[in-house]
């Protein structure tokens, strides 16, 4: 199943492919931000994206925005995943481990196939960019939701 950082790259894509002998500027809000589809996301996520995968970077770059208590399904990555929170308070659980907290200025780097879920606190909001590495053209499987009582 594609996320919905996938599928709003699709539409980033509509705005032109990228040079590689050229600087690029994608501005913001060129390609508008779409809401977490239910099966993927908990809570209120909005998803803002910033720039599609291509032959050059493999990346799909995303900035998330998320409620409290809004997070993720867990979740795996063929290729992994970099998160870099820009604001608030968030967590992240690795399946199988203790929950941890991610602040501003923190660099998340989750593993091929690590199964995991992020997302805000209880309490307060958190946004990340997150670089999700492409392969064969997929960047996420989706997995069950968190329950209430795991992310508590």
């Known amino acids: ?6 599928a709003a790259a699709v539409t980033a894509a509509t705005i ?3 040079s590689a002998d050229t600087i690029e500027i994608r501005h913001n809000g060129e390609t ?8 993927n996301f908990t809570g209120h996520a909005v998803i803002s994206p910033m720039y599609p995968p291509n032959d050059f970077t ?9 409620a409290p208590g809004a997070r993720t399904t867990w979740h795996t990555h063929p290729a ?8 608030g308070r968030g967590w992240i659980q690795e ?3 203790e929950r941890r907290v991610i602040e501003p200025g923190d660099v998340v780097w989750i593993p091929v196939g690590v199964k995991h879920w992020h997302g805000a606190t209880n309490k307060t909001s958190m946004s990340h960019i997150a670089l999700t590495y492409m392969k064969s053209e997929q960047n996420v499987d989706w997995l069950e939701p968190v329950s209430d009582e795991q992310y508590r």
């Open 80 to 87: 992994g995943q970099m998160l870099i929170v820009t604001a």
């Open 58 to 66: 493999r990346t799909n770059v995303g900035l998330v925005d998320f």
């Open 1 to 6: 199943m594609r996320s919905a950082l996938a």
């Open 32 to 39: 508008p931000a779409v809401i977490g589809a239910p099966n």
């Open 95 to 97: 399946e199988g481990k």
């Open 16 to 18: 032109g492919p990228a």
